[in-house]
């Protein structure tokens, strides 16, 4: 999907940080490969920033993926590949991007929506996760079947239940393998302070139904795509909008995710995060556009960073990243 013209006009992002003494963003040396392997899906989330949904046909070739994994093979100083989507373990290069990453030493981050490995044919991929020892950050955004089902669709709640039990019981979250949950608001709000509401999950999921997981990352909504859409037909964009720029926290700013991290898309073109990348807004300040025109990712470093409104999204009261609150 192209740029809106609300992602790249409206409340201007860099005029904020220069009235705060802060510099354009521009990219240390990247820790981070993110790859987006496509918009397919099992589920159609409200608030998707992807559009994922099962009907997708979008998705990374295997001539991509070698790529990216030459890439990364190629790029010392990247410690981790980060694997999203869509749902990006029904992408027929999944394992493969998995295993020829961990061999290569590198940590391997699965953002994994949890109802996918009860579908038919995916019987294979808990053992597929613990025997290459991934890190898993899965959604479930809310410790009610009510508030999760009216996010994620109707009985999403007690299969990402049955879904955890599974991973528990495959040593995730048990101190053996990571497990990371992932909350994001339900409606046009912040999200609540991360450590509170990590108290509040771990209790109210082990009392309820003995799972235990490892962090709690509070995300915020991004204005794009679905969640845009939904913010437009309830008529609060430009409310949303206003509380995104109201609580700019110039304390989030060393630590913007787009900071330290390069994402590619499923086709292998460039982007500075998953956001721009949906949103089609290219690398800032590199002639660089797709993974072919590139070896070593450290090529990036001190690149400026494209930003536009929706970058008040990431900067908003504790901040927000692929890792949770910043501030
Ligand atoms: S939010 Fe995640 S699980 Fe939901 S449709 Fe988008 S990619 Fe799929
Ligand atoms: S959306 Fe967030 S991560 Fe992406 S460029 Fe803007 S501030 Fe950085």
């Known amino acids: 999907m192209a740029a809106t013209p609300e992602s790249l006009s409206g409340p201007h992002f860099e005029a904020t940080l220069a009235r705060h003494g802060i510099r354009a963003l521009s990219r240390k040396s990247p820790a981070t490969i993110q790859v987006n392997v496509g918009k397919l899906c099992n589920q159609a989330c409200h608030h998707c920033h992807v559009d994922a ?9 295997r001539a991509t993926a070698a790529r990216v994994l030459d890439v990364l093979a190629a790029s010392p100083r ?46 294979w991929l808990l053992e597929f996760y613990r025997r290459a020892g991934v890190e898993l950050v899965c959604s479930l955004p809310c410790y009610t079947a ?61 009392r309820n139904f003995g799972i235990v997981f490892d962090r709690l990352l ?27 720029v109201n609580h700019f926290n110039p304390a989030t700013v060393e630590a913007l995710m787009c900071r330290d991290l390069v994402s590619v898309g499923w ?9 721009n990348q ?5 690398l800032g300040g590199s002639a660089v556009s797709t993974i072919w025109d590139i070896d070593d990712v450290g090529e990036l470093v001190g690149a400026r960073i494209a930003t536009a409104s929706h970058c008040f999204g990431c900067t908003a009261g504790a901040g927000s990243s692929c890792g949770g609150a910043i501030a």
Request: contains cysteine.
């Open 53 to 61: 949904g099962p009907r997708r046909t979008e998705r990374m070739t």
């Open 218 to 244: 509070t995300i915020t909504n991004m204005p794009i795509a679905r969640f845009a859409n939904q913010l437009r037909s309830a008529g609060n964009h430009s409310a949303y909008m206003s509380l995104l």
């Open 278 to 282: 949906m949103l089609e807004i290219p």
């Open 146 to 206: 009510e508030n999760t089902d009216r996010q994620r669709g109707a009985g999403v709640f007690d299969k990402s239940i049955a879904a955890l039990k599974h991973l528990n019981a495959a040593g995730f979250g048990r101190g053996e393998l990571r497990l990371d949950l992932v909350y994001n608001p339900i409606g046009a709000a912040l999200p609540p302070p991360q450590a509170e509401l990590e108290a509040q999950y771990r209790d109210e999921l082990a």
């Open 78 to 123: 990247v410690e981790t590949l980060d694997i999203t989507g869509g749902a990006p373990e029904l992408n027929e290069n999944f394992a493969m991007l998995v295993e020829r990453a961990r061999s290569l030493g590198r940590t391997v981050i699965v953002r994994c929506n949890l109802t996918v490995t009860l579908e038919p044919g995916m019987e």
């Open 267 to 275: 086709d292998g073109r460039l982007y500075d995060c998953d956001f």
